[in-house]
Structure formats: structure tokens, C-alpha cells
């Protein structure tokens, strides 16, 4: 039967950050990342127009 | 009848929350699937009692002879697994591990060693040894298992043919004995072994090989242990649970590192911290935070900027 693999496979040793008592994985900090852009975004983005009334 | 609530004079919107749950279940439905088709998910191979003994049998024998002797981390344990004095994590006077009690009682001789290599047939040496063993007074078996155990820790590698000889009773058949079942994988059916149809209680086997240093060496090399902020890491490339960061960042400081009692500190000190964030609208200062840091300011600044001009 064939299997098929997942296009990007991260199932190898991970990669961590050391810096001074916080250790974080680089995997960890890449989704913290996204979602500090994401909140950022959601702030500055203007919101869709819609009808207003008054 | 006069309610003293006034109602808002100001500019008012349109929203439609119906439409935006729809729209927000779609989008996170789509990448959940988009995201899952791409990285997949974890894949690291269940450690097995047979997996553990095939991979580290001197460790698997050393463990065996602890839970022969009452040493290991299970036998040790206190509450829920057996009335260990002292054993128990504490918040001052208040016990927590002891308010259930006893709820799951192992008896790690009976329950790890002896009552599965019972089931072994046809193994005259066994038979012997295990009568032996049951026919000896608890002072003399004790006496077996913990000179054992002695001697196999200061072998080297921990390897059971490089023990020296000495008075050890039946302990060594039994545990090459449990070795051998352990390896065959016959260990883990007879732990698994209980009332109901479907095996669903890893209870026994998890304790037993949490006991040994195989499954905390694998963990560690994961970056899964306590004090690698394991709690927040997966295995592998993929992103763990980083919303525990606090509660495991706790786990890396002083007085918490170093503590005997640090679960139960940890869980004190985040059920406090989680009250005071229930609680910030009644916090003094907290509740100003807003008003310092005006960030509703940038989200709604039509708004303010309407009402200024």
C-alpha cells in the first residue's frame, strides 16, 4: 500500500534556543511569532466598511 | 421606572456575530486541514516494557531489582499508589496528594515481579525460585532484593553477569527470568492484564518504565524533561503547547528548581495567579492598565477619532 509522506516532515531532532534560563524551541517561537503578527495586524488592519448608521 | 442606565447616545454598527463565527470556523477549518496535509503530525514510536528491555536491559534489571526492594519512584510514591510516610507534596500543612488518598494501590513486588512471572509455565527453575521466595519471611526477602540491587548498581554497566556473587537468593532467576518476559513482550500483556474487555489502563506498565532511566534519557533528549521547559516542547520539529509557558517557566527558577515539593508550589502559585487575572476588573492599578496603555485606542480609532474632531 502506498503511504504518502506529508510534504515537510518535522519529525527530526528540533532545534532550541538557549538564552539564559529560557530555552524555547525554534518550532515554539516561529508560532509566537505568527501570532504577535497576527494581534499586530488585527490592530492596525481597518476594519471592513460596512454600513454605518448613525 | 427609572433604571439609572442611560442609553448611548454615540454612533452605532451593524454586526453580524452569526456571520463571523461562520466565517471563523471555515478559515480555521481549512488550515487546520491545509496544515495537517503539509506537516502531518508526530511520529515517535510507543516505548513498550519489550522496547525498553530489548533497548536497555541492564537498566530494565536494575529497575526490577528497586521494585523488588521498595527503592523505586513508584514503591516511594505516597498517595495514589501506596502509604508511603512523608512521601506526599505539600502547600504549607495541606497535603494535597494525600486528600484522595489512596485511590490505585500498587504493590510493586506483587504487582511488577512477582505476580507476573506466576503466569510463567513450564519453568522449573522459576517454580523454585518463586517458591523460594514465598516461603522466605519479609525481612529475609527484603534482605535478598536490597543486597542485589546493591551489587548490580555498583556493577559495571549495571550488568547482571558482572554482579558479585553473594547471597541473593532467588532474586536473580527471577528478575533474568522477568528479563526474558519482558523482552518477549509478555510483560506488558500481564500488566496491562485487568477486568474489562478492552485494555485501556497503562497505569502499571507506565509507572514501571518511568521508574528506570531508558524513558527519562529518551525524554531528555527530546527536550521533554521538567527542567528543559519540556512541559511547552513536542517532539521532533513541531510546536509544542507554548501557552504552558508560565507554568513551566516556574519549573526553571529558584525556590521552584530546586524544591522536592515544586509541583505542589507550581500549582499553588498558578491557581493564585489565575484568581487575581478572574479578578483584574477588582485589582487596584491592574484594572487601570487599559487607561495607561489605551490599545482599544488603536483598535477603535475611527471612533476616537470621530468623537475628537
Known amino acids: 500500500m502506498l503511504v504518502m509522506g506529508a510534504p515537510i516532515n518535522l519529525n527530526h531532532p528540533g532545534h532550541y534556543v538557549h538564552w539564559g534560563v529560557i530555552q524555547i524551541s ?25 454600513r454605518n448608521r448613525r | ?21 461562520v466565517v471563523a470556523l471555515v478559515v480555521v477549518s481549512v ?50 499508589y501506596n502509604h508511603t510516610p512523608d512521601a506526599a507534596q505539600k502547600i504549607g500543612p495541606v497535603s494535597l496528594q494525600h486528600i484522595a488518598g489512596v485511590t490505585h ?14 503466569g510463567v509455565p513450564a519453568d522449573a527453575a522459576l517454580a ?49 527470568r522477568l528479563l526474558t518476559m519482558a523482552q518477549s513482550g509478555g510483560l506488558d500483556g500481564a500488566l496491562l492484564a485487568q477486568k474489562q474487555f478492552f485494555a485501556t489502563d497503562y497505569t502499571k506498565p507506565l509507572l ?16 521533554l524533561g521538567g527542567d528543559q521547559w519540556g512541559m511547552m516542547n513536542e517532539t521532533g520539529n513541531y ?30 502559585l498558578m491557581a493564585l495567579l489565575s484568581l487575581a487575572l478572574v479578578l483584574v476588573p477588582f485589582i487596584p492599578g491592574v484594572r487601570s492598565i487599559p487607561r495607561w496603555v489605551p490599545i482599544h485606542r488603536l483598535i477603535w480609532r475611527d471612533y ?6
Open chain 2, 105 to 118: 494501590p500498587i504493590d510493586t513486588v506483587a504487582d511488577f515481579v512477582v505476580g507476573p512471572l506466576t
Open chain 2, 128 to 176: 523454585a525460585a518463586l517458591a523460594q521466595w514465598q516461603g522466605a519471611a519479609a525481612g529475609q526477602q527484603q534482605k535478598w532484593a536490597s543486597g542485589y540491587d546493591d551489587a548490580l548498581s555498583k556493577a559495571t554497566d549495571n550488568d547482571p553477569a558482572q554482579v558479585k556473587s553473594g547471597d541473593y537468593g532467588p532474586v536473580p532467576v527471577m528478575l533474568t
Open chain 2, 239 to 268: 510546536p509544542g503547547q507554548a501557552w504552558l509557558w508560565l507554568y513551566t517557566f516556574w519549573y526553571q527558577v529558584k525556590p521552584f528548581s530546586t524544591s522536592g515539593n515544586a509541583d505542589a508550589l507550581v500549582w499553588g
Open chain 2, 31 to 80: 488550515l487546520t486541514v491545509a496544515l495537517a496535509a503539509v506537516f502531518s503530525s508526530p511520529d515517535e514510536k510507543q516505548i513498550t516494557i519489550s522496547t525498553w528491555s530489548r533497548g536497555a536491559p541492564n537498566d530494565f534489571v536494575l529497575t526490577a531489582a528497586t521494585e523488588l526492594d521498595g527503592t523505586s519512584g513508584t514503591a516511594t510514591y505516597g498517595a495514589p
Open chain 1, 26 to 50: 525554534v518550532a515554539n517561537l516561529v508560532v509566537i511569532s505568527v501570532m504577535v503578527v497576527l494581534f499586530v495586524l488585527a490592530m492596525l488592519l481597518p476594519f471592513p466598511k460596512g
Open chain 2, 208 to 223: 514501571f518504565i518511568a521508574d528506570g532511566s531508558y524513558l527519562e534519557d529518551r525524554a531528555r533528549a527530546q527536550h
Open chain 2, 304 to 309: 476616537y477619532r470621530g468623537i475628537r474632531t
Open chain 2, 1 to 21: 421606572m427609572t433604571t439609572g442606565v442611560t442609553k448611548w447616545a454615540g454612533r452605532t454598527r451593524e454586526y453580524d456575530l452569526v456571520k463571523e463565527f
